[in-house]
Structure formats: structure tokens, C-alpha cells
């Protein structure tokens, strides 16, 4: 234990920098963001004449975020589809939420979640609406990440003397969130206009070694706006904890699907520092009828992002999953996964990652692999 909170405190260190602006700093009316990804893998193995592995697998995930004074909504699809020689499988999820807020300058809402999902060979799709209340916001403060990595990259080029205040930083921060704005204003050749705006805002800080940021500078601009050898990883920050009812309105066999059940989740994303990313997420619900709080369903998890260079971040996540009937044992399920993306270009990543898991007493289950990822945007 004494060696995992060393090694904690040293990392915490290490990421620690002397910037005028932190992540919390990054406050905008409206914030969104938008993923797709791909990665996928395969396996082959033989003996002799004889195939003794044929595996390939396949992950797709879809990611879109808005959030505004007014209401925000997320959607959330994750798709895993493989092969175990002539096996096939399959598991797709989409998980939907809206959320009204009351007043404006208060983070009270009204909330309505679907999840639909179907898996392998079952004969429906499981859909489950929940619709509730909360309390909270999440802010999406890539766009100051970014920010940040243009002016590491001008201090060290010695393009500017030092770091810039925090009021310019978030004005550069702004511009590069209205980056689909100057393209509807000048078509094709926005990127000038973009990157003049972004110069402007350095020059008032009075902190450039020239007049102006010269080619260089707009080339790291060119890098880490538009990920040309390096990527800038998602920065959020904020919470909100809900309540509701849950309707199940199918399942995957068919089946009845029961009462409602009183439903309640929570989340926390908080960046440590420019390269330290910790995201958490807890549900937990039971019937609202005989066996209220006697059959119980707990899932959470949380995931850590470290970011070693601007090619190289380490992904890691741990999953528990509880489920308590009324009558039996309750069985639980661990699953811990860690990787490595190494940064190759044009969006594409060579990952390498392990995954080790349990279920109730059955034994464990480690797997390792070597793929692709690539980012679409």
C-alpha cells in the first residue's frame, strides 16, 4: 500500500505545472464534444495441420456530448463484435440521456435515460426509460487542453518568454471552440482567419520573443488543432448525482419485465492536472414492490488517463458489478483492463492492453492483445 501511494504522489508530481490557468478555469455557454473510434484485432495460431486459434474482435464507440445553460444530452454507443474460430458474438449498448435544466443559473434538472441493448443470439432488445431528477453539470474543457499543448509548445520553441495570463488563455480556449463558426463565415480558407484570431489574443499578452508567432508557431497551431503527430485527449470536469424511476419496457428473451425499479446514479469526471484525466460512475437500483431494497443491482466504475508525451497515454478502468436477489447468494463481478496508445499518425493508434476479470467463484480470466485503433474524429 505504502508503495502504490508513493508511486501515486510521484506521478501527481510529475504532472504538476506552472501554467496561469487550470482546467476549472474554463467556463462556456454552450460545450460539446463528439468521438468515433475503432480498434480491432485478430488472432491466428496453428499446429501442424491443425488451426488452434482463430479469434478476431472488434470494438466501435460513439461518444456526443452538449451541454448548455438551458438543457444538455448525451448518446453513448458501444458496439464489441468477434469471432472464436466459427463462434460468432456481439454486444451493442446505446445509452441516451436528457437533461432540463430548471433555472439557468442554477444545475437543478429533469432527467430522462434510455438504454437499449442486444447481445449474441437473444430474440429481443433489452430497453430500459428511466425519468427522474438531479443535480450537477459537466463541462467539456477540451478546447482549453488544447490551448495549453500550443502554448507548451511555444515556450519551449522559444516563441514566447513565458506562460500567458489565465483571461488569454481562455479567450484562445473560446476561439478554438468556434472553430466551426469561422468555417461557415470563410469556407475553405477559415484556418487563416482561425489561426490569425488565435495569434491576436498571444500578442495582447505581450509575451512573444518577435512580433509575431511566425511559421513555426503556426505550425504547432496546425499540430495540435488538427492532430497532425499528437492527439489531445477529452478534458471534462463536473458531476451530477440523479434519482428516478425506471421502467424496463423489454427484455431479452421476452419475458415480463417486471415492476419499476427507484433508480440512482452519479458521476465525477475531474482532470488532476493538463496530463491527468479520473472519470466515475455508480447506479444502483431495485424493484418498487415487495422485495424493495431486499433484490438490489449495483454497477461502477472508474476510469484513470495519464498522458506519458503527446503520443504515448495510459488508459485504465476497473468495473464492479453487484447483483443481490432476494432470496440466494449475491454474485459479483470484477473486471480491471490497462493500456498503452502509442500515437502513430493520421488518428491511428497502436494500443496494447490486458484485461483481467471475475465473476462469483468462477476462476479468472486474463487476456492480453496487440491492435489498431483509430479515431475517426
Do not use: C
Not at 508525451?309 to 495510459?314: E, L, V
Request: no cysteine; proline share 3%.
Amino acid at each position: 500500500m505504502k508503495k502504490f501511494l508513493l508511486s501515486f504522489v510521484i506521478i501527481f508530481s510529475l504532472t504538476v505545472n506552472a501554467q496561469n490557468v487550470s482546467v476549472t478555469d474554463y467556463r462556456v455557454p454552450i460545450s460539446k464534444a463528439q468521438t468515433l473510434r475503432f480498434n480491432g484485432s485478430w488472432n491466428w495460431g496453428q499446429t501442424g495441420d491443425n488451426v488452434t486459434a482463430n479469434n478476431a474482435t472488434a470494438n466501435l464507440l460513439y461518444k456526443i456530448f452538449y451541454s448548455s445553460l438551458p438543457l444538455a444530452w448525451d448518446v453513448n454507443v458501444a458496439a464489441t463484435g468477434g469471432k472464436n474460430k466459427a463462434d460468432l458474438n456481439h454486444n451493442i449498448r446505446i445509452d441516451t440521456r436528457f437533461r432540463k435544466y430548471i433555472w439557468e443559473d442554477r444545475d437543478r434538472f429533469g432527467l430522462a435515460q434510455l438504454i437499449a441493448q442486444h447481445a449474441n443470439f437473444y430474440k429481443s432488445v433489452a430497453v430500459d426509460l428511466t425519468v427522474g431528477f438531479g443535480f450537477g453539470r459537466y463541462i467539456n474543457a477540451t478546447a482549453l487542453a488544447k490551448a495549453v499543448r500550443i502554448e507548451e509548445h511555444l515556450i519551449k520553441d522559444g516563441i514566447i518568454t513565458g506562460y500567458l495570463p489565465k483571461e488569454i488563455m481562455i479567450n484562445i480556449a473560446n476561439i478554438i471552440e468556434r472553430e466551426s463558426e469561422f468555417f461557415n463565415v470563410y469556407g475553405d480558407t477559415y484556418q487563416t482567419y482561425w489561426y490569425d484570431a488565435i495569434e491576436q489574443e498571444i500578442i495582447k499578452a505581450d509575451e512573444l520573443e518577435h512580433d509575431n508567432v511566425g511559421s513555426l508557431g503556426i505550425l504547432r497551431m496546425q499540430q495540435v488543432l488538427l492532430g497532425i503527430n499528437e492527439r489531445v485527449n477529452e478534458r471534462f470536469f463536473g458531476w451530477d448525482v440523479s434519482a428516478g424511476i425506471l421502467f424496463p419496457l423489454s427484455t431479452f428473451d421476452k419475458s415480463p419485465v417486471g415492476n419499476p425499479n427507484l433508480t440512482i446514479q452519479a458521476r465525477y469526471s475531474f482532470p488532476i492536472s493538463w496530463r491527468t484525466q479520473i472519470n466515475a460512475i455508480a447506479r444502483a437500483f431495485t424493484p418498487l414492490d415487495s422485495v424493495f431494497f431486499k433484490d438490489i443491482t449495483v454497477q461502477t466504475g472508474v476510469d484513470f488517463i495519464y498522458e506519458f508525451s503527446n503520443r504515448i497515454n495510459f488508459v485504465s478502468g476497473y468495473r464492479y458489478g453487484l447483483v443481490k436477489p432476494a432470496i440466494g447468494s449475491a454474485i459479483s463481478e470484477h473486471n480491471f483492463n490497462a493500456s498503452f496508445w502509442y500515437y502513430l499518425e493520421n488518428n491511428i493508434y497502436l494500443t496494447i492492453s490486458g484485461n483481467l476479470s471475475k465473476q462469483g467463484n468462477n476462476p479468472r480470466i486474463l487476456t492480453t492483445q496487440v491492435g489498431l485503433q483509430y479515431n475517426l474524429f
